[in-house]
Protein backbone atom coordinates (compact mmCIF):
# COMPACT_ATOMS: atom_id res chain seq x y z
CA UNK A 1 0.00 0.00 0.00
CA UNK A 2 1.11 3.38 -0.88
CA UNK A 3 2.19 5.79 1.81
CA UNK A 4 -0.34 7.96 3.22
CA UNK A 5 1.16 10.34 5.01
CA UNK A 6 2.15 14.08 3.33
CA UNK A 7 3.75 16.51 5.76
CA UNK A 8 4.12 20.12 5.70
CA UNK A 9 6.54 22.55 7.20
CA UNK A 10 5.81 26.56 7.00
CA UNK A 11 9.21 28.07 6.76
CA UNK A 12 10.25 31.56 6.73
CA UNK A 13 13.92 32.09 7.47
CA UNK A 14 14.34 28.86 9.09
CA UNK A 15 17.53 27.36 7.78
CA UNK A 16 19.27 26.99 11.26
CA UNK A 17 16.32 24.41 12.68
CA UNK A 18 15.00 23.20 9.62
CA UNK A 19 17.49 20.07 8.88
CA UNK A 20 17.25 19.21 12.46
CA UNK A 21 13.35 18.89 11.54
CA UNK A 22 13.68 17.31 8.18
CA UNK A 23 15.99 14.76 9.79
CA UNK A 24 13.47 13.71 12.17
CA UNK A 25 11.35 12.89 9.74
CA UNK A 26 13.07 10.22 7.55
CA UNK A 27 11.75 7.98 10.19
CA UNK A 28 8.72 8.20 8.70
CA UNK A 29 10.07 7.57 5.22
CA UNK A 30 12.14 4.40 5.95
CA UNK A 31 8.93 3.19 7.75
CA UNK A 32 6.90 3.52 4.85
CA UNK A 33 4.30 6.33 6.05
CA UNK A 34 5.65 9.58 4.68
CA UNK A 35 4.20 10.02 0.61
CA UNK A 36 5.92 13.23 0.13
CA UNK A 37 7.48 16.34 2.25
CA UNK A 38 6.29 19.73 1.37
CA UNK A 39 7.96 22.81 2.65
CA UNK A 40 5.19 26.02 2.39
CA UNK A 41 7.73 28.92 2.38
CA UNK A 42 6.88 32.58 3.14
CA UNK A 43 9.52 34.29 1.01
CA UNK A 44 12.73 33.55 3.05
CA UNK A 45 15.67 34.82 2.27
CA UNK A 46 18.52 32.80 3.88
CA UNK A 47 18.83 28.83 2.32
CA UNK A 48 15.62 27.14 4.02
CA UNK A 49 14.61 26.32 0.72
CA UNK A 50 18.07 24.86 -0.52
CA UNK A 51 18.09 22.97 3.04
CA UNK A 52 14.73 21.76 2.13
CA UNK A 53 15.26 20.41 -1.25
CA UNK A 54 18.51 18.94 -0.13
CA UNK A 55 16.47 16.25 2.29
CA UNK A 56 14.14 15.76 -0.99
CA UNK A 57 11.22 17.97 0.19
CA UNK A 58 9.33 20.06 -2.56
CA UNK A 59 9.41 23.45 -1.98
CA UNK A 60 6.35 25.98 -2.60
CA UNK A 61 6.59 29.80 -2.41
CA UNK A 62 3.89 32.55 -1.70
CA UNK A 63 3.27 35.48 1.01
CA UNK A 64 4.28 35.16 4.20
CA UNK A 65 1.02 33.81 6.11
CA UNK A 66 1.54 31.34 8.68
CA UNK A 67 -1.84 30.17 7.85
CA UNK A 68 -2.01 30.82 4.13
CA UNK A 69 1.53 28.53 3.87
CA UNK A 70 -0.31 25.85 5.49
CA UNK A 71 -3.18 25.66 3.44
CA UNK A 72 -1.54 26.21 0.49
CA UNK A 73 0.71 23.08 1.64
CA UNK A 74 -1.85 20.95 2.76
CA UNK A 75 -3.75 21.77 -0.89
CA UNK A 76 -1.24 20.75 -2.71
CA UNK A 77 -0.09 17.39 -0.46
CA UNK A 78 -1.63 14.25 -2.46
CA UNK A 79 -1.30 11.67 0.78
CA UNK A 80 -5.04 10.46 2.29
CA UNK A 81 -3.04 12.11 5.74
CA UNK A 82 -1.50 15.37 6.28
CA UNK A 83 1.26 15.43 9.28
CA UNK A 84 1.58 19.40 10.38
CA UNK A 85 5.29 20.22 11.20
CA UNK A 86 6.81 23.39 12.74
CA UNK A 87 10.56 23.80 11.07
CA UNK A 88 11.87 24.46 14.76
CA UNK A 89 10.07 21.39 16.24
CA UNK A 90 11.79 17.68 16.15
CA UNK A 91 9.65 14.52 16.56
CA UNK A 92 11.34 12.49 18.88
CA UNK A 93 12.62 8.86 17.60
CA UNK A 94 9.64 6.57 17.65
CA UNK A 95 7.49 8.80 16.74
CA UNK A 96 5.92 6.81 14.17
CA UNK A 97 5.08 4.03 15.89
CA UNK A 98 2.26 6.34 17.63
CA UNK A 99 1.56 7.78 14.12
CA UNK A 100 0.67 4.52 12.79
CA UNK A 101 -1.43 3.82 15.02
CA UNK A 102 -3.56 7.07 14.92
CA UNK A 103 -4.38 6.13 11.20
CA UNK A 104 -6.56 3.81 11.99
CA UNK A 105 -9.05 6.03 13.38
CA UNK A 106 -9.35 8.94 10.80
CA UNK A 107 -12.16 10.59 12.67
CA UNK A 108 -10.02 12.15 15.35
CA UNK A 109 -6.84 14.36 14.47
CA UNK A 110 -3.74 13.39 16.59
CA UNK A 111 -1.05 15.28 18.44
CA UNK A 112 1.82 15.10 20.12
CA UNK A 113 2.92 15.61 23.94
CA UNK A 114 5.62 19.31 24.04
CA UNK A 115 8.87 19.27 25.30
CA UNK A 116 11.31 21.88 24.82
CA UNK A 117 15.18 21.31 23.82
CA UNK A 118 16.12 22.76 27.62
CA UNK A 119 15.29 21.61 31.02
CA UNK A 120 14.81 23.57 34.03
CA UNK A 121 12.11 24.57 36.10
CA UNK A 122 10.85 26.86 32.96
CA UNK A 123 10.62 24.28 30.60
CA UNK A 124 8.63 22.28 32.38
CA UNK A 125 6.24 24.36 33.85
CA UNK A 126 5.56 25.75 30.20
CA UNK A 127 5.71 22.29 29.04
CA UNK A 128 3.39 21.07 31.41
CA UNK A 129 0.72 23.65 30.81
CA UNK A 130 1.10 23.17 27.28
CA UNK A 131 0.33 19.69 27.78
CA UNK A 132 -2.99 20.69 29.95
CA UNK A 133 -4.16 23.31 27.26
CA UNK A 134 -4.23 20.52 24.65
CA UNK A 135 -5.82 17.84 26.64
CA UNK A 136 -8.18 20.57 27.11
CA UNK A 137 -8.76 20.31 22.77
CA UNK A 138 -6.25 23.72 22.09
CA UNK A 139 -3.38 22.14 21.40
CA UNK A 140 -0.84 24.56 19.41
CA UNK A 141 1.09 23.99 15.94
CA UNK A 142 4.44 23.30 17.45
CA UNK A 143 3.03 20.06 18.67
CA UNK A 144 2.32 18.81 15.62
CA UNK A 145 -0.79 17.67 13.87
CA UNK A 146 -1.61 14.48 12.11
CA UNK A 147 -5.24 14.54 10.57
CA UNK A 148 -7.05 13.16 7.78
CA UNK A 149 -7.75 14.99 4.68
CA UNK A 150 -11.46 14.11 4.89
CA UNK A 151 -11.72 15.51 8.41
CA UNK A 152 -9.31 18.63 7.87
CA UNK A 153 -11.92 19.31 4.37
CA UNK A 154 -14.60 18.80 6.54
CA UNK A 155 -13.62 21.72 9.57
CA UNK A 156 -12.66 23.91 6.58
CA UNK A 157 -9.25 23.82 6.92
CA UNK A 158 -6.53 26.07 8.14
CA UNK A 159 -7.55 30.18 7.76
CA UNK A 160 -5.41 32.11 5.92
CA UNK A 161 -4.29 34.41 8.92
CA UNK A 162 -1.11 34.95 10.36
CA UNK A 163 -1.02 34.05 13.77
CA UNK A 164 -3.48 31.93 15.54
CA UNK A 165 -4.25 29.42 12.35
CA UNK A 166 -3.20 26.68 14.74
CA UNK A 167 -6.00 27.75 17.89
CA UNK A 168 -8.87 28.45 14.87
CA UNK A 169 -8.43 24.98 13.63
CA UNK A 170 -8.38 23.25 16.89
CA UNK A 171 -11.74 25.25 18.16
CA UNK A 172 -13.09 23.58 14.38
CA UNK A 173 -11.76 20.21 16.01
CA UNK A 174 -13.10 20.49 19.36
CA UNK A 175 -14.12 17.23 20.40
CA UNK A 176 -12.04 15.40 17.59
CA UNK A 177 -8.45 15.43 19.27
CA UNK A 178 -6.08 13.10 21.23
CA UNK A 179 -3.31 13.01 22.29
CA UNK A 180 -0.47 10.42 20.44
CA UNK A 181 1.66 8.70 22.97
CA UNK A 182 4.82 10.19 21.92
CA UNK A 183 6.58 13.96 21.88
CA UNK A 184 7.43 16.85 20.15
CA UNK A 185 10.59 18.46 20.73
CA UNK A 186 10.43 22.15 20.21
CA UNK A 187 12.98 25.17 20.49
CA UNK A 188 13.69 27.33 23.31
CA UNK A 189 15.29 30.09 21.73
CA UNK A 190 12.13 32.65 21.97
CA UNK A 191 11.77 31.66 25.55
CA UNK A 192 16.13 31.66 26.74
CA UNK A 193 15.83 35.40 24.43
CA UNK A 194 12.90 37.08 26.80
CA UNK A 195 12.62 34.72 29.77
CA UNK A 196 10.45 31.94 30.70
CA UNK A 197 7.94 33.86 32.62
CA UNK A 198 7.79 36.95 30.46
CA UNK A 199 7.73 34.92 27.49
CA UNK A 200 4.81 32.56 28.80
CA UNK A 201 3.00 35.46 29.44
CA UNK A 202 3.24 37.30 26.09
CA UNK A 203 1.51 34.31 24.36
CA UNK A 204 -1.08 33.41 26.96
CA UNK A 205 -2.35 37.39 26.82
CA UNK A 206 -2.26 36.72 22.45
CA UNK A 207 -4.71 34.08 22.97
CA UNK A 208 -6.73 36.16 25.33
CA UNK A 209 -7.06 38.89 23.12
CA UNK A 210 -7.86 36.52 20.28
CA UNK A 211 -10.68 35.17 22.34
CA UNK A 212 -11.70 38.22 22.64
CA UNK A 213 -12.03 39.68 19.39
CA UNK A 214 -9.05 41.47 18.26
CA UNK A 215 -7.72 40.70 15.16
CA UNK A 216 -4.85 37.89 14.16
CA UNK A 217 -3.21 40.77 11.99
CA UNK A 218 -3.04 43.06 15.03
CA UNK A 219 -1.96 40.36 17.13
CA UNK A 220 1.00 39.39 14.50
CA UNK A 221 1.83 42.91 15.05
CA UNK A 222 1.84 42.56 18.61
CA UNK A 223 3.74 38.97 18.27
CA UNK A 224 6.90 40.53 16.20
CA UNK A 225 7.23 43.40 18.52
Known sequence: MRAQISVVVPTYNAEPALAGCLGALMEGIEQGLIRELIVSDGGSTDASGAVAQAWGAEVLSGPASRGGQLR???????????????????????????????????????????????RGIGATVVAGWANLRSRLGLPYGDQGLLIHRDLYNAVGGYPDQPLMEDVALARQLRGKLEMMDSVAVTSAAKYRKQGWIRRGAKNLLLLLRYFAGTSPEQLAQSYRR
Request: glycine share 8%; no cysteine; aromatic share 10%.
Open 72 to 118: RGVDAAKGDWVLIVHADTILAAGWTEAARLKLNDPETAGWFMLAFDQ
